[in-house]
C-alpha cells in the first residue's frame, strides 16, 4: 500500500521561506518518480515540480528560480525548499509519486499516487 505523509506547510509572510518533506514508503522509492502538485480554492491544479529516478527536475515556470525540488532515497524523503514566497503561493501542496515514469500532462505531470496534502499560507 503505497502512502505518501507531507509535512512542513504553515503560515510565513510574503519574501519568506518553507520547506516541505514527504515520506513515502509501499513502493521502490528509488525508482520512481516524485513530485509537488498545489491547488488553491477555486483554481486549477498545477503541477510544482517533478524529479524523475535519475535526479533530473523540472518546474512551472511560475516557481522557477524559487522553489527547490530534492530527494533523498536512504530515507525515502521527498522536499520542496520554497523560498521568496508570494502571496499567489498559497495553496493546498500535495507530495505526489509514479512507481515508474510520470508523463507530462495538461498541468503539469501525471502523478498515480498522492498525500494527504499540507497547507502553505502565504500573507502580504
Known amino acids: 500500500q503505497v502512502q505518501l505523509v507531507e509535512s512542513g506547510g504553515g503560515s510565513v509572510q510574503s519574501g519568506g521561506s518553507l520547506r516541505l518533506s514527504c515520506v513515502g514508503s509501499?513502493?521502490?522509492?528509488?525508482?520512481?518518480?516524485m513530485g509537488w502538485i498545489r491547488q488553491a480554492p477555486g483554481k486549477e491544479r498545477e503541477g510544482v515540480a517533478v524529479?524523475?529516478?535519475?535526479?533530473?527536475?523540472d518546474y512551472a515556470d511560475s516557481v522557477k528560480g524559487r522553489f527547490t525540488v530534492s530527494r533523498d532515497n536512504a530515507n525515502n524523503t521527498l522536499y520542496l525548499e520554497m523560498n521568496s514566497l508570494k502571496p499567489e503561493d498559497t495553496a493546498m501542496y500535495y507530495c505526489?509519486?509514479?512507481?515508474?515514469?510520470?508523463?507530462?500532462?495538461?498541468?503539469?505531470?501525471?502523478?498515480?499516487?498522492w498525500g494527504q496534502g499540507t497547507q502553505v499560507i502565504v500573507s502580504s
Open positions: 505526489a509519486a509514479e512507481p515508474d515514469s510520470c508523463d507530462e500532462i495538461k498541468g503539469g505531470w501525471y502523478f498515480g499516487y
Open positions: 509501499g513502493y521502490t522509492y528509488s525508482s520512481a518518480c
Open positions: 524529479i524523475k529516478s535519475d535526479g533530473s527536475t
